[in-house]
Nanobody
């Protein structure tokens, strides 16, 4: 599976962006897909995930602001980000893995495939 992340950019606080993760491969629907982010000078952190079953999971700081969704017909996962804050500034990565158990969903090591990252800058 190859992943291509896109949609990052510069946005003012309170604005919105929609990130996309396009995947190759015919069995994409069997993968759990997650978004991670890495703020400048900090470690990579979990943002959101959508499991192969369709269940959705978010880190607390983005709940009610971010929405993850997938379109298996287009092999694409989206991350709609609303009410953006300066602390959301980071490089965002999408990742995919098969057989990711619930307890491991937030761990980068649970995912086998990674996109190249897309930079989101929230600033006035």
């Amino acid at each position: 599976v190859q992943l291509q992340a896109s949609g990052g950019g510069l946005v003012q606080p309170g604005g919105s962006l929609r990130l996309s993760c396009a995947a190759s491969g015919r069995t994409f629907s069997r993968y759990s897909v997650a978004w991670f982010r890495q703020p400048p000078g900090k470690e990579r952190e979990f943002v959101a995930a959508i499991r192969y079953s369709g269940s959705l999971h978010y880190t607390d700081s983005v709940k009610a602001r971010f929405t993850i969704s997938r379109d298996n017909t287009k092999n694409t996962v989206h991350l709609q980000m609303n009410s953006l804050k300066s602390e959301d500034t980071a490089t965002y990565y999408c990742a995919a893995g098969q057989g990711v158990i619930l307890s491991a969903l937030r761990a980068p090591s649970a995912y086998d495939y990674w996109g190249q990252g897309t930079l989101v800058t929230v600033s006035s």
